[in-house]
């Protein structure tokens, strides 16, 4: 038979959820890989949508979203974001994932480059293979408060670059950009006829500092902005995100909606009205939550000696698995932060995300993430010290051993 997509053969899938999927073996594991908010949804966004459900709200809607919908994100991006659009600029889509795919899919021609953070979204990295562009990373280390480099950035720019995306607060280093990082940004976007794509996924979740969306300095609709209901909300199952753009890509997203997935489905987009209009005590109370945690994670790392990134705001932390202080520095093969977390899961049950999966300058980090109970994070961080201290005397063995140790469900 004809061989399948090369594009999709070849690429490897998201080793958080390999991670994921791997610790169900062990159910009494530690379970700090994914970035699922460990609260229920609150309970006026299920009333909502059980009113939805029991009017028969249940057909299709706008291929955009509800009309309604979208004149509720207008409400709250003047409210929250200082953001002052019209619906026409609104496009609903699955969760913050499927407005960056069809972001992507407008943007993009066929083997156009797009420069994406690295330490980034792993998903950024899969979708853009999946549109046959060029991800090129561009580096935001640890040294420079995970922000971009602007050398290191013009350096990358080439006659088919298109698109800078910018991810603040990011996933996975919970770096806050700043007004004139942003600014940066934009003129950088400006100066390079690019397009700025910024992934606002943990817009509400900030601990210091203040989130700024770059759309609002933009008078030439260079901008697209994603925004979407998962973390803020605990709605990560309900799928519903929405793209801020000019008509014409609005237009343009609307368009391939249809053959992709004709709408969102209409309960969680009434349940998402009631989300964006509701009371808001229930984002201030899940933040004072990931707040508490942060600062107990960076307590215990300098307990248990670890190197950590300082989030100022998504609720992820990285932990430094190369360096340990009083230990030898560890030699890092390529794909070291995959071996690290699937020896962790073997040997102490507990599940990380593997940096490799946010790029390859994150290989030196597990991340962890706040979606965790204070007694979880406790535990998981004293077993992971416990690992990682012994660990410089076991060297990091090439991948294929431990990988094929810890079996690879459904591959
Ligand atoms: C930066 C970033 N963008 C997008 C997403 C996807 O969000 P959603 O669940 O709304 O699709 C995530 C989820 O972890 C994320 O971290």
């Given amino acids: 038979m004809k061989a399948l997509s090369k594009i999709v053969c070849g690429m490897d899938r998201s080793p958080i959820r390999f991670i994921l999927d791997s610790a169900a073996r062990f159910p009494d594991a530690i379970h700090l890989e994914i970035g699922q908010p460990d609260f229920p949804t609150p309970k006026h966004i299920i009333e909502a949508a059980v009113q939805a459900a029991r009017h028969e709200y249940t057909g299709y809607t706008a291929n955009s979203g509800m009309r309604e919908l979208r004149e509720a994100v207008v409400v709250k991006l003047a409210r929250e974001n200082d953001l002052h659009v019209q619906p026409k600029n609104v496009m609903v889509t699955i969760g913050a994932m499927q407005a960056v795919f069809s972001s992507l899919m407008v943007l993009l021609e066929h083997g156009d480059e797009i420069l994406l953070p690295d330490p980034g979204y792993g998903n950024f990295y899969m979708a853009s293979r999946l549109v046959y562009s060029k991800a090129v990373a561009y580096p935001t280390i640890a040294e420079e408060s995970f922000v971009p480099d602007f050398e290191a950035l013009e350096r990358l720019v080439t006659d088919r670059t298109k698109v800078l995306l910018v991810n603040s607060p990011s996933n996975p280093t919970g770096a806050v950009y700043s007004e004139e990082v942003l600014r940066a940004c934009l003129d950088f976007c400006r100066r390079h ?35 979407t209901a998962s973390k803020t909300y605990s709605m990560t199952g309900w799928r519903v995100g929405y793209a801020i753009a000019r008509p014409d890509i609005v237009d343009a997203m609307t368009k391939i909606q249809e053959p ?152």
């Fill in 193 to 227: 006829d690019l397009y700025l794509l910024s992934d606002e996924t943990y817009d509400r979740l900030v601990f210091e500092g203040e989130h700024h969306s770059p759309a609002k300095w933009d008078d030439e609709g260079r901008v697209v902005s994603i925004f």
């Fill in 260 to 411: 992709m997935v004709s709408c969102v489905n209409t309960v969680a987009q009434h349940a998402t009205i009631a989300a964006l209009l509701g009371p808001q005590d229930c984002v201030s109370d899940m933040l004072a939550h990931y707040r508490r945690r942060r600062d107990l994670v960076v307590e215990l790392a300098r307990e248990h000696g670890l190197t950590i990134s300082y989030p100022h705001g998504a609720f992820y932390v990285l932990v430094d698995i190369s360096e340990q202080p009083g230990a030898p520095t560890r030699p890092l093969v390529d794909g070291a932060s995959m071996d690290f977390g699937c020896q962790l899961l073997e040997a102490e049950h507990v599940a990380v995300a593997p940096g490799i999966g946010f790029g390859s300058l994150c290989d030196r980090y597990v991340r962890i993430s706040l979606c965790a109970s204070e007694q979880a994070l406790t535990e998981g961080l004293a077993r992971l010290a416990r690992y990682l201290h012994a660990a410089p005397t076991r060297p990091i063995v090439d991948g294929a051993a431990s990988r094929q140790a810890v079996r690879r469900p459904g591959r």
